[in-house]
């Protein structure tokens, strides 16, 4: 397959720029003086040079937003002007759409136009949503019983208090939208952030930076510190002063969190990576479930922690559905992700490429096919063929470890339990499809399914209002929804003897 990468693209991004760390509301060079390239991973050519925070570089951002917390106006906000101010980064977001999915495209590969439809108003959302938050915490009145003091009497209540100072560590498939599903939650609590992208793609959470300070929120409340995980990440979870840590990526670099985040006992949320069933039932609306597969694959070119990467098909339906989602890979429109005809971008980096790639020779040597795709796309960049795999076991590797690129594994099944047994067989339980006009069927497999998010006849469906996360070794807690607030907040009982 041959791709097309016109260029050079006309964009207003100012190539070979140089972008600075943000710590206490000021821009600022790395301690070290060192900086970084972040590339366009469609070309190779480099985009930017970004200041290459490290365990200094951390240690002040931590400094300067335990300044926040404690001292600044920030904590003195009453919950409303709070509110407002996360209201109005949702606006700038909005008002800065087009700018935001343009940069999110050139550093990830993404098709803008996927950007702007998903990624910068799903941001823009969470953060109004939040904003909603700031002013409807609240604790409770308790009567307390208390058998060793008879007679007796106390008025008890419940305080929500932000958790403090947490750092956050997100990955580079949704740069701007982890780092507002990330920072939403912490502002509407009063907590304050030192925020680490990935050193795939810090440009959009530098620019979301100046936007925060452009609506209103007190320098030094959030700190956006890129940098390597290894260096930077790594210094961030294991500070003694950070009161909690969230975490977006791989399940790998899950366990070198808890490991980190255990010298002080910070607190931990983790949302880690998945391999997910999507199951089409003998009764589905065939068409709808076989576009509701590939979407569920091969969006955001497959870099998604939740993609339906393993496909049940029931026996009967199993040629035409695999014919089906073949025929979609085929039709994807590979190229520059700023080409408005581009329909699948490049991967992030050569490390997910040849990540990728190596999983396609494991699938061949471990003796499954692909009947559509199954190779690299010639260079410049790191494209990849959307690939659909048959004939894989469920002890192969690319049935059981994440690939996190467009490839798809379909396998024939005919029982129920035989079915509901191998789509929980994983040590991931992030989310599932299921397919089927069966209403009984459908809401029996969702409870039996060790999943966080289950979608019935649609896939990848994200909202500010829905929890999403994982079971098992897909991760600790839930971001969004009102859930996502208790990884932020503390409670505190207070008792008055009357
Ligand atoms: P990753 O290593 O887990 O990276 C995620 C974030 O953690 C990045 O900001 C990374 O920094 C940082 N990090 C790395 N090592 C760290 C450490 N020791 N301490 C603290 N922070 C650290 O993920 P990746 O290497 O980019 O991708 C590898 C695989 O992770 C993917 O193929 C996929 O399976 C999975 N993944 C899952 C998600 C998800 O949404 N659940 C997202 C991305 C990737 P750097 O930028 O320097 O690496
Ligand atoms: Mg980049």
Redesign the pocket.
Known sequence: MAIAVPGPHQTSFERGSSRQLLIDGQWRDAASGKSFETLDPATGEVLARVAEGAAQDIDLAVQAARRALEDGPWSRMTPSERGRVIHRVGDLVMEHADELAELESLDNGKPKAVALAADVPLAADLFWYMAGWATKLKGGTVTPSVPYLPGAEFHAYTLKEPVGVVGQ??????PLL?AAWKLGPALATGCTVVL??????PLSALRLGELLLEAGVPGGVVNVVP????????A??AHPDVDKIA????????K??VN?ASGNLKRVSL????KSPNIIFEDADVEAAIAGAAQGIFFNQG????AGSRLYVHQEHFDQVVEGVSAAAKAIKVGHGLDPETEMGPL??Q??FD??TGYLGIGESEGSRAVAGGRAIDGPGYFVEPTVIVDAQPDHRIIRE????PVIAAMPFSDVDDLARQANDSHYG?AAGVWTSDVSKAHKLAKRIKAGTVHVNTYHVFSAELPFGGYKQ??WGREMGEEVLSNYLETKSVIVGL
């Open positions: 560590v997100i990955p580079w498939n949704f982890m680490k992208p990935a050193e795939q793609t940098g390597f995980g290894e260096t930077a990440g790594a961030l979870a975490f977006t990526g791989s399940t790998e670099v899950g070198l969190i980190a949302e880690l990576g998945g870099e998604v922690c939740s992030v980096s490390e997910q990540r990728v994440e690939v996190f690129g992030l897909s991760g």
